[in-house]
T-cell receptor
């Protein structure tokens, strides 16, 4: 089944403790992206990647890092999480040109 | 810069009545327009998209949307709403750089 897999689904952590949210897709998509969803703000793009070793900032990149060492994986790294990063996070991938975006199931992160 | 406006935070309709969720957009170049739905504690589900061609787009679960270039709108419609259509709806716009920008979302409540 074609899908984007995010782990974990739920995470509660403490301020300053480094964490990684993994994202993997099995569709050989070039494009991958991370979004955060907050009430009243919709989804805002954090980082995106057009292909392996090519990443760029989205609208709200502060406090986040990403890497794209393999085509299928696009982990989101929070080096020093803060409470304002408490949010629902979505990973997405797309086959460039087809304009079909597939979203993961989401990761609900709480930073206390 | 591209953006999406969903002017209504909430839409309330009775079951069996027509449902309309409004969306206007701003983008340089040709727009690629999408509607997604999110049920409680679930990820984003794709409903429909407009890339090119016929201005009336039919999607999943009986939903349709009409692309209006002069009014820069892409309103989502369903002729007869169901209680199960109650959810959070997002409009999104993309362009040639493949970035998706989302509206803030509209909560639809269909009462029995």
């Amino acid at each position: 089944e074609a899908q984007v897999t995010q782990n974990p689904r739920y995470l509660i952590t403490v301020t300053g403790k480094k964490l990684t949210v993994t994202c993997s897709q099995n569709m050989n998509h070039e494009y991958m992206s991370w979004y955060r969803q907050d009430p009243g703000l919709g989804l805002r793009q954090i980082y995106y990647s057009m292909n392996v070793e090519v990443t760029d900032k989205g609208d709200v990149p502060e406090g986040y890092k990403v890497s794209r060492k393999e085509k299928r994986n696009f982990p989101l790294i929070l080096e020093s999480p803060s409470p304002n990063q408490t949010s629902l996070y979505f990973c997405a991938s797309s086959n460039l040109g087809a304009y079909g975006y597939t979203f993961g199931s989401g990761t609900r992160l709480t930073v206390v | 810069a591209q953006s999406v406006a969903q002017p209504e935070d909430q839409v309330n309709v009775a079951e069996g009545n027509p449902l309309t969720v409004k969306c206007t957009y701003s983008v340089s170049g040709n727009p690629y327009l999408f509607w997604y739905v999110q049920y409680p504690n679930r990820g984003l589900q794709f409903l429909l998209k407009y890339i090119t061609g016929d201005n009336l787009v039919k999607g999943s679960y009986g939903f349709e949307a009409e692309f209006n270039k002069s009014q820069t709108s892409f309103h989502l419609k369903k002729p007869s709403a169901l209680v199960s259509d109650s959810a959070l709806y997002f409009c999104a716009v993309g362009s040639n750089d493949y970035k998706l920008s989302f509206g803030a979302g509209t909560t639809v409540t269909v009462r029995a």
